[in-house]
């Protein structure tokens, strides 16, 4: 496995579900992010990871929770969503403070 | 937050045909970033661009720093049917040098 992977890559979920998404990186980079991608919109950073330590988030709702047990493995477990966070998440690595980001495919995310 | 506005917002060419994008902001970035994303995956860089005037290539892609270190654009010449996909401008907020401002993406169509 190379770069950034991402799975599922399709996921549909009822509101009161309890689901993961799992993201890895190959590269040796030491920071991690997930960016939600809606329809016509720009990409939103949800939250950061450097060395495995949360140094952001961005005003994300509690139902969505990540977990970083590592420097290569990022997760995002969600519970209790609604409609309108259906959409395709993005998981991404960097070396810390580098601005250039290596992104995974997505997980797209329905949640009915 | 910085905001990056990005024109158009969709194009509809045929195959052969040049193409030309642009990324403006209200603010002064020290990088910029391209990014292309396929149907169905994650957006993979182009071309980073480090300093002011900076004109830099990438096959039949060009992309140039604007001297305003505000603005950069992004050139396809005899654009193929694979550049179909989402072009993104990207770059640091000034507070956060890891933290990427994204552009909203120009949809490109290329009809053969």
């Known amino acids: 496995e190379t770069g950034v992977t991402q799975t599922p890559r399709h996921l549909v979920m009822g509101m009161t579900n309890k689901k993961s998404l799992k993201c890895e990186q190959h590269l040796g980079h030491n920071a991690m992010y997930w960016y939600k991608q809606s329809a016509k919109k720009p990409l939103e950073l949800m939250f950061v990871y450097n060395f495995k330590e949360q140094t952001e988030n961005n005003s994300v709702p509690s139902r969505f929770s990540p977990e970083c047990p590592n420097s290569s493995h990022l997760f995002l477990h969600l519970h209790t969503l609604q409609p309108e966070d259906s959409a395709l998440y993005l998981c991404a690595s960097s070396q810390a403070g580098a601005n250039v980001l290596t992104f995974g495919a997505g997980s797209r995310l329905t949640v009915l | 937050g910085q905001q990056l506005n990005q024109s158009p917002q969709s194009m509809f060419i045929q195959e052969g045909e040049d193409v030309s994008m642009n990324c403006t902001s209200s603010s002064i970035f020290n990088t910029w970033l391209w990014y292309k994303q396929d149907p169905g995956e994650g957006p993979v860089l182009l071309i980073a661009?480090?300093?002011?005037?900076e004109l830099t290539s990438n096959g039949r892609l060009t992309a140039q720093f604007g001297i305003t270190r505000k603005d950069s654009f992004l050139n396809i010449s005899a654009s193929i049917p694979s550049d179909v996909g989402i072009y993104f401008c990207?770059?640091?907020?000034?507070?956060?040098?890891?933290?990427?401002?994204f552009g909203e993406g120009t949809q490109l169509t290329v009809n053969p």
């Open positions: 990207a770059g640091p907020e000034e507070t956060s040098g890891s933290r990427l401002t």
């Open positions: 661009l480090y300093k002011a005037g």
